[in-house]
């Protein structure tokens, strides 16, 4: 076997089976000794990951095996404990006040470099959620050797039995609750590697410094169950989700990067959870109530996450009625964050909208400051696929559709294929959009429901779209109970029995 040890510009590497792609000066010139590569089979993208960076993986994914192997000694009363530990920690000022400090220099870094805030910041609300977060995972009746099944035989029995998982990997960019989510997995008896965005690396290391590393010691856990890669370059996620000894990949966030660390993982061989491109699609039937539309359209646009409203579809034949209170909702969304908001209407929806909503300009509030912009402003149907990453105003698109039906095919057609919402009195109505439409989390009002704590009452891991397929044997929510596999005991009784 011949390693690789340089690359030659123009150098012609193959992907996908038939197709080629060509190496830059750049790549080449950058590529050293002990480097690798890692050439994405979708599109021919060539990943770079340097020595360095695939050590610091290594590292932290190697720790994590050892402390998967120890956490089968450990009782889950010592988990539950290690729980408790580090919601105590979190939510003691005087071991809070370096986090916040990290916290803060993270914030003012990011804004340094134009960078949206937003989920960056790890003020009271979300600290206390982090804390209720650990507490919910502390309280949670997950057993790691659980019976789910008995088959029983003359002679003979067979338990099916749940089991962790092993090495969970995490990607996430800017969001510091995200370490009380994922811990979870070890609720279930798993193992944890983090790789976070340089804009909250700091505030990462110093959680883990002031209070998971002591929680897991306080607890008597093994210290490589929670391991953090000690690096913010894009190249550390790639060199984790192309570890093999990872047994499940989660990436948490959207666009074309997280949608890449999923091909990556995909093609490694490394089960993975994620969703590409969120945002979610509401559609209005022909009876549909219009002050209800008003109050979906606002109550789906408080905050900008995964689930929050991104297309609304409504039908021709009420959209003299029906638009206005959209763009109540729309208005009302924006008030309630002291902006004002943002609108695309797809070519040949246009004439339905007030013509001086596109004349009209407004105050946006970008991640860079705020600019001034057009109200409205007219949008290419390919263009349904954009998910609006919205700072502060609400954005959103409009489309005039013939009927459910045409809005139904849109959606399944542009949509990351992850939640929609029919607003209509008409049950049949439901019952078809529900048959028709490709997406896991289907509902009849706001689209923000989508979440395992708020709907199911369970500590969330992350969610999945269907823009890359369905899950096999489980639902669009990642929750600690999920991250299992199911073992087989058998328990012979008579030894006579034979085959």
């Not at 539309?293 to 929050?308: E, G, I, M, P, Y």
């Not at 409009?398 to 939640?419: G, I, K, M, Q």
């Amino acid at each position: 076997m011949t390693r690789l040890t340089s690359l030659t510009p123009g150098q012609l590497v193959v992907f996908g089976g038939d197709q080629v792609t060509e190496v830059s000066a750049d790549l080449a010139a950058a590529f050293q000794p002990g480097d690798r590569l890692v050439v994405v089979q979708d599109d021919g993208a060539l990943l770079h990951i340097p020595a360095n960076e695939h050590a610091i993986v290594d590292t932290a994914v190697s720790a994590a095996c050892a402390g998967f192997a120890e956490l089968a000694a450990v009782t889950d009363d010592a988990i539950s404990d290690f729980f408790e530990q580090f919601a105590t920690r979190l939510a003691d000022d005087a071991v809070f006040a370096p986090i916040a400090a990290a916290n803060a220099a993270d914030i003012d870094r990011a804004r340094g470099r134009g960078r949206s805030t937003t989920r960056l910041e790890l003020g009271t609300t979300m600290r206390s959620d982090m804390v209720s977060g650990l507490r919910g995972w502390r309280d949670a009746t997950v057993a790691r050797d659980e019976v789910v099944r008995t088959v029983t035989h003359e002679g003979w029995s067979v338990d099916a039995r749940r089991a962790p998982l092993g090495v969970v990997g995490f990607v996430f960019e800017g969001r510091p609750n995200v370490f009380a989510d994922a811990c979870g997995v070890v609720r279930s008896g798993n193992a944890v590697v983090f790789r976070i965005g340089s804009d909250a690396l700091g505030t990462a290391a110093a959680i883990v410094e002031h209070a998971l590393r002591p929680a897991l010691a306080a607890a008597g856990l093994p210290d490589g169950v929670v391991q953090l890669v000690e690096s913010a370059a894009h190249s550390a996620g790639h060199a984790l989700f192309s570890d093999r000894r990872l047994a499940l990949a989660v990436a948490r966030g959207s666009g074309a990067a997280v949608a890449q660390l999923g091909a990556v993982a995909s093609q490694s061989g490394v089960p993975v959870s994620l969703h590409g491109t969120g945002g979610a699609w509401v559609v209005a039937g022909e009876q549909a109530d219009a002050a209800t539309l008003q109050a979906v359209v606002q109550h789906s646009l408080d905050r900008k996450v995964c689930n929050t409203l991104n297309v609304c579809a409504l039908p021709a034949s009420r959209a003299a009625e029906l638009i206005p209170a959209f763009l109540a909702g729309l208005d009302a969304a924006g008030a309630a964050r002291s902006t004002t908001a943002r609108l695309h209407v797809v070519d040949g929806s246009t004439s339905f909208v007030p013509d001086e909503a596109f004349d009209r300009r407004v105050d946006v509030d970008r991640a860079a400051g705020t600019v001034s912009e057009p109200y409205a402003t007219p949008l290419a149907e390919s263009d349904l696929a954009v998910e609006w990453e919205w700072e502060n105003s609400p954005e959103v698109t409009l489309v005039v559709v013939d009927d459910v039906n045409d809005a139904v095919e849109l959606c399944n057609t542009y949509s990351p294929h992850f939640t929609a919402s029919l607003i209509s009195a008409d049950a049949h109505e439901h019952d078809q959009f529900y048959a028709a439409i490709d997406a896991p989390f289907v509902g009849n009002g706001f689209t923000r429901w989508v979440d395992g704590q708020y709907a199911l009452d369970a500590p969330e891991l992350g969610l999945s779209n269907w823009q890359g397929g369905r899950m096999l044997g489980r639902g669009a929510i990642l929750s600690g109970d999920s991250v299992h596999t199911i073992r087989y005991r058998a328990t012979v009784t008579d030894h006579r029995t034979h085959r």
